[in-house]
């Protein structure tokens, strides 16, 4: 599935699976390829449709994956059925990195969150992931520009112990602070989201079986309605508007 593209929205992603983004995030910690790796969904549609920065940043350079059921909808409506991608969670396609990574001596460095989701975190990974080899955890204080959390990065840890830089700052914040730390580390950097708090057990996953329905977004929303709700209200229906736009626009270089 490697190299094929769909446009959503007017952001290209990646039509693969887990298993390949897995690999394909594998090849550029073995090779040291500085990229940027994002995974996209509904809100970060949303979020590029109202900040032209945002959207420049996601249209060129760097990786998408499609994290969330309505993107891979979307994605999928014009593909035949042989060539449909699926989703790559997020979550999951961090714990399947750090377990296949073993067998590579890949060496991660987590950046974000808090320093107890942090120290929370290794400790659970080593335990899960006997032979796991953590090069550097930060987590910066906060800072008012991207500039200046970017130099509060990289002033605090060394990132040439790593491979592969994981970042979890929220989105769109990780997503401008991975595109950096990418260049000036010469690694490759992934904007993970709440992929730390999952695997650190400070915040309960959705089970199996919600994650597989499209759903997760539902669950997530009763677990935190005060600091999600816009999210998922506000977001999806921005969502929705930039896919119909896009379908408009796909009509119309048809006609």
Known sequence: MHGRRAVVGAIPFEVTDLRCACDQVLDYAANRIPIAVRLGNAFTIASAASDPQYMRLLAHGGVNFPDGAPVVWAMNRNLPRRAKGSRVRGPSLFADVLDKGRSQGI????????????????KVSHIRYPGLRVGATYAPPFAKSHNALIESITSAIDLLE????????GTPKQD?????IAKISGRPCVGIGAAFDFAAGQVKEAPKIIQSTGLEWLYRLSQDPKRLWKRYTVGNIAFARQVLISRKIDRSDEI
Do not use: K, P, S, Y
């Open 107 to 122: 060496r991660h460095g987590f950046i974000g969150t808090t320093q107890q989701t942090l120290d929370n975190l290794v």
């Open 162 to 169: 790593c491979d592969l830089v994981w970042i979890a700052l």
């Open 176 to 180: 401008f602070v991975a595109e950096q």
